[in-house]
């Protein structure tokens, strides 16, 4: 989430800085990648119930996906809207 | 094309300018700020921040970002006076021009006249956080005057650090403005649990070199005291102007004051509440930011509907975070049909607010239904199902 906020991703919001509080940066997770993301918190599963956009298995709140090393590459999928 | 100046770098404000690039605006964009550093976020200084000290972690878009959005940011300038007739806001490098201004000057911390209250230390920006933080670097014995939302984070986060926290509130019970007497008694039993030592009802008498004295007689021995008594808008310089103020500069509907050049946002606007008719001013990184997209919309010709943004809060207390959908008012009757969820409805039995703890889902759904449309109480228990 930070990452794509600090690169002028416009179809992230990322609203409460990463608190899980707003679900306004929500992605998908392409399918390649959803091994190495991992499963959604239960937290984030709740926060997701008011995403915008429709939720799907491959729904992460981006702002709990810790970028690492072994993320390089990650390819995921904006949704329509983030209201 | 035209110019927008936006007094004000806090999160609102960056939002205005923000959106007025989203939505295609190509005048010239300043924004002003009295702070130094890039516009950051205020919430985690009285949480994460107080752990782990991260400022980078604080900034709301890296400086790159706003040169590529052709941003004007001018930290550390401070708006000295709006001259309306000229569109023109003065400051210490001369006057800037304006076709819209947004007031975006948020608040600042209420100091009562106590004896002593100038030995006490704030909580509302960087710098205040960064020299709170320093002073936990060691054992302390804290006092912590108001019982709100800032007061009670803090005293989360220090307990949790080790330190030792007295906190006296006012009023009869913790956050009363803002929630239900079953939350403020939930939480009372919850900071009491954490080793908290609560005194309710006992307002601060005197700041003393030692600690503080309370109305009852009661002394606190602390090391250091943070006073945490709410906030005042910051009006000044739109009363000066001659706009309307009271308890927030007055704007209607579509967030503009009574100039058609001159907007207000987020902590220092008084707005029409869209479900109860009536004036609120309303402290949160929703209304904030909500308002600043409503303005943005309406200056590139989007031409919005009124503001009717369903107003949402958290609050992260040791391990529950606290989370209200919707906007109660004081008199608004609770009902508590679950632990931890409690449910405000007016006297048109109406919900009004949804307030939980750790209880996410109930909330998000409570947002996107009161969105929809009003809610009655048959409605509302199916947030539980």
Known sequence: MQTALANDVDGIVGECGGAMMCATCHCYVDEAWTDRTGPRHEREDDMLEGAASEVTAASRLSCQIRLTPDLDGLVVHLPDEQF | ?385
């Open chain 2, 1 to 385: 094309m035209t110019t927008v100046v936006i007094v004000g770098a806090g999160q609102g404000g960056l939002q205005a300018a923000i959106s007025l690039r989203q939505n295609g605006h190509e005048g010239p964009v300043v924004l002003l700020g009295d702070e130094p550093g890039l516009p950051y976020q205020r919430p985690p200084l009285s949480k994460a921040y107080m752990f782990d000290g991260n400022e980078d972690a604080l900034a709301l878009r890296p400086e790159s970002f706003l040169a590529a959005k052709q941003i004007d940011y001018r930290p550390g300038l401070r708006a000295l006076q709006i001259d309306r007739a000229a569109r023109q806001v003065g400051t210490e490098s001369g006057a800037l021009p304006y076709d819209h201004l947004i007031l975006a000057t948020g608040a600042r911390n209420m100091h009562p006249p106590l004896p002593g209250v100038e030995r006490a230390m704030d909580l509302r920006t960087l710098a205040d956080a960064r020299r709170l933080r320093d002073r936990c670097a060691s054992p302390r014995r804290f006092a912590v005057i108001g019982g709100g939302f800032i007061a009670l984070e803090f005293a989360a986060v220090a307990r949790k650090l080790g330190h030792e926290v007295t906190l006296a509130e006012a009023g009869p019970r913790l956050m009363g403005r803002a929630v239900s007497a079953e939350m403020s008694r939930d939480f009372a039993e919850m900071h009491r649990a954490l080793g908290v030592n609560l005194r309710l009802a006992d307002p601060v008498a005197a700041v003393t070199e030692t600690g503080m004295v309370l109305t009852s007689g009661h002394v606190v021995e602390a090391d250091d005291v943070l006073l945490a008594a709410g906030v005042r808008p910051n009006v000044e310089l739109a009363e000066a102007a001659g706009l309307t103020a009271a308890n927030g500069i007055w704007v209607d509907g579509q967030l503009l004051t009574e100039d058609p050049a001159i907007s207000a946002l987020g902590d220092c606007a008084a707005f029409p509440d869209a479900r109860s008719g009536r004036r609120v001013r309303l402290e949160s990184v929703q209304a904030a930011t909500d308002h600043a997209r409503h303005i943005a919309a309406r200056l590139t010709g989007g031409n919005p509907p009124d503001y009717d943004a369903v107003p949402w809060f958290w609050s992260d207390q040791a391990d529950w975070k606290l989370q209200i959908a919707g906007l109660a008012m004081p008199e608004d009757r609770a009902e508590q049909p679950a632990p931890h969820v409690v449910f405000r409805f007016d006297d048109q039995d109406r919900l009004t607010a949804v307030e939980t703890i750790n209880g996410a889902r109930i909330h998000m759904k409570a947002r996107k239904m009161m969105a929809a449309g009003p809610i009655d109480a048959a409605q509302a228990a199916e947030l539980l199902a």
